[in-house]
């Protein structure tokens, strides 16, 4: 049996926090999303592949940041070109900066659908706008969605103090099933403005799943068949399942697409890229700006990031490594015999429990990820994982040994 982790600090912490901020931290680090009086709360450092709590603990970081962590923290050669920027140039400007070009060229350069690009901060920001651009495209009115896009009205899970029409227009379909989605735009014909979906299915709480065979190209003949853009939110894929996203790998191309995350390996910029036509509707039918969207700290570090990861061939390590790992794993969820799913392979790898009438997989899974906390694997029982560059693949290897461990553990607590 591992030891209770020494957490005094972040409990300080967080209780101070308490005082502080409305329940210490923001939603999804909240202590209830991990396992309360097991997790750490507050975390002190990350160097590579790992993080330091704030009582000195060292994990090995699968949880990346929830994504933006391609390579791994404090990233010498990112971090130096983002000081060169701040040194010698300076980045928040009452006019724009040459890199805004430069950086739009890149991605137009990888990303299938991109022939111009929007640049922004946050995952909310990009999905938001893309939503605009497709209503002031289509002079139509709704949005049907798949997968999580944020924290915005029109699509935030919690409703409390939202009010329902900036939602009543947003509808809601399963990953996978097309069925739905047709049976949704015949539902509201001439209504849909978009479908924005995410490539792979990454429900919150729920396995991973990749699309069956011809669903992407069915959502895009279904979203040209009734008029409508066909959005990819690729916030958590793209800059990881390949340079061009999930799009490049599947071979699908839609009309808009939507990037953050691991764009610039944890500096905060998004995007929405997507067909000349319906890009240029934000020349003047629509309206984008905000104070820091422009800000050129973030656009250093991701064209920074985008050399390294091609330089070093990063994409393939990461997926080469994840599939070692994942193998490894899957042998492990067997022979445990309980009822797990392994999920993810090779960039999002996520450990769920099959539910039961009792309710006793919960059980399992704070066992589970309990012990694992214990052993220094930081994963999360609601959220899949990543496999980023710096893990290595002794670091992996300890994650997969720790992960059987523990599952060996909660199998005898059961
Ligand atoms: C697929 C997807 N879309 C959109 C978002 C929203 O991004 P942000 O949290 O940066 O606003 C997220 C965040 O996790 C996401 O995973």
Redesign the pocket.
Known sequence: MAEHLKLDNSERLYKEAQELIPGGMMGIRRPYNFVPGEYPIFFDSAKGGKVTDADGNEYLDMLCA??PIIIGHREREIDAAVIKQIKEKGFCMSIVQEVQNTLAKKVISLVPSAEKVVFTK????S?TLATRIARAFTNKPKIIRC?????ADWCVEGKGGVLPKTYEDTLEFEYNDLQQLEDLLKANPGQVAGIIV?PIG?PNAHEVQMPKPGFLEGAKKLAEAHGTVLIF?E??TGFRVSMGGAQKLFGVTPHMS?F??AMANGYEI?MVAGRKDIMDVLISKAFVSSTYFNNTLPMVAALKTMEILERDNMLDVIAKRGHAFCKKVRKHVKASGLAVQFTGEPWMPYITFDKDETGAYKKTRVNFYTQLIRRKVFLQPYHHGYVAYRHSVKDLNYAADMIAESLEEAKKAA
């Open positions: 929830y994504g946050t995952g909310s920001d999905t997968g999580y896009h944020g924290w995410t990454h939110d916030i958590r939507v953050g995350k998004s």
